[in-house]
């Protein structure tokens, strides 16, 4: 199967061809100069930015691939959740190019996209369980199918990436917050602030981020009260400390998250990670080595599948297509589209 894949969900207008798990092409515009001077994606001006690159996107990712649109089997698109006026850029260019071709179009839950990234990467089997983190969700999921996800917990306020980004945002450092927090980090000491842990007392795999800022915003506040400023190094111990607490509550969580799995099937055939926050090498580091502990097959993505991209898109949409999915002039786009929707809870029963 040969598939486009269009993403438009947030400020990364991208296109891309994949032929089964080959990724013949993947462009990604991304927009962060242009919502630099506001802190923060902007979603009117996202909107008009998608609606303007995604039809040179697409030319763009069929040129790459050597491809053109009748050479492809089925046009794959997010349909959600996502901001509004992006995610309607994309699924009305996609209806239009299947209108145009007469091929076929497959809605995507660009969640979806994520969570299922680590089988295009990876011959990872069915069920899986994963740690999906991005900039706005963090969930543990057992994933059954490509239709089929199992939510197992997850976080009860902020996610991970946000918290990233407006630590970044605290410390005039540029956005998106995750590198730029993650260069810093490097020649930091995470021992000299304290950072909370919250909820590792609760039982099960809820987490919280929000307390993390506000620690930050603490100690940010009182340095320069003291002191005037910050220095570099200031910036890099905070980078650094705000890091690792991040890294222990995921670590921890995704041993809960194991304990869970393993008390059901002694066997886990694999746990993967999958989102923007998943390129971040301290958590990946975490992870690895709490799953050799474990004896299980851990399976992290290429940095550029794990931040958004349409290869994941394209992908998810091929896993669709097969599975039946068709979709027509009728498609909507959703704003708020949870995952775990129609999957019967499988661990949750207490089977
Ligand atoms: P969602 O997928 O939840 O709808 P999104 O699509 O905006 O949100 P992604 O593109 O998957 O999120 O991830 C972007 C987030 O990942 C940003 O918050 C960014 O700061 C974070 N991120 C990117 N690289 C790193 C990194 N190296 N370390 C930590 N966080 C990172
Ligand atoms: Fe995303």
Redesign the pocket.
């Known amino acids: 199967l040969t598939i486009l894949g269009l993403e438009s969900?947030?400020?990364?207008t991208a296109a891309a061809v994949v032929r089964g798990r080959d990724v013949l092409s993947s462009v990604v515009w991304g927009q962060t100069e242009l919502h630099s001077a506001f802190g923060g994606v902007v979603p009117e001006l996202a909107a008009r930015a998608h609606a303007e690159k995604i039809d040179l996107c697409v030319a763009e990712a069929l040129d790459r691939a050597e491809l053109t649109l009748r050479d492809v089997d089925a046009i794959a698109v997010t349909a959600g959740?996502?901001l509004i006026g992006g995610v309607l850029s994309g699924v009305m260019c996609a209806k239009g190019l299947s209108a145009g071709s007469g091929k076929p179009l497959v809605g995507v839950n660009?969640?979806a996209g994520?969570a299922l990234t680590p089988r295009l990467t990876d011959s990872l089997p069915f069920p899986y369980l994963m740690l999906l983190v991005?900039?706005?969700?963090c969930q543990f999921l057992l994933v059954r199918g490509p239709q089929a996800f199992e939510r197992l917990g997850g976080t009860i306020d902020d996610?991970?990436?946000?918290a990233?980004?407006k630590t970044a945002r605290l410390l005039g450092l540029p956005q998106?917050?995750?590198?730029s927090?993650?260069a810093e980090a490097r020649t930091g000491d995470p021992k000299r602030f304290a950072f909370p842990r919250p909820l590792l007392d609760r039982p099960g795999c809820d987490m919280s981020f929000s307390g993390l800022k506000t620690a930050l915003l603490r100690q940010r506040d009182s340095l320069i009260a003291d002191q005037g400023g910050l220095t570099r190094q200031d910036r890099a111990d905070m980078c650094a400390g705000f890091q690792a607490a991040v890294s222990d509550v995921l670590q921890e969580k995704t041993r809960r998250a194991l304990d869970i799995y393993l008390s059901h099937d002694p066997v886990c055939p694999g746990f993967a990670i999958a989102?923007?926050?998943a390129?971040?090498?301290g958590?990946r580091a975490a992870l690895t080595g709490l799953c050799a502990q474990h004896g299980v097959n851990f399976v992290a993505p290429p940095l550029a599948l794990?931040?958004?991209n349409a290869a994941m898109i394209a992908y998810a949409g091929a896993e669709l297509f097969a599975l039946g999915q068709r979709d027509d002039m009728t498609l909507q786009a959703h704003p708020r589209w949870p995952l775990d929707k129609s999957a019967a809870p499988l661990l949750g029963s207490g089977k």
């Open positions: 969900s947030c400020d990364d959740p996502g660009h969640l994520h991005s900039g706005g969700h996610a991970p990436g946000e990233f980004d998106p917050g995750g590198p927090v993650e989102g923007g926050v390129a971040n090498q958590i794990c931040t958004d």
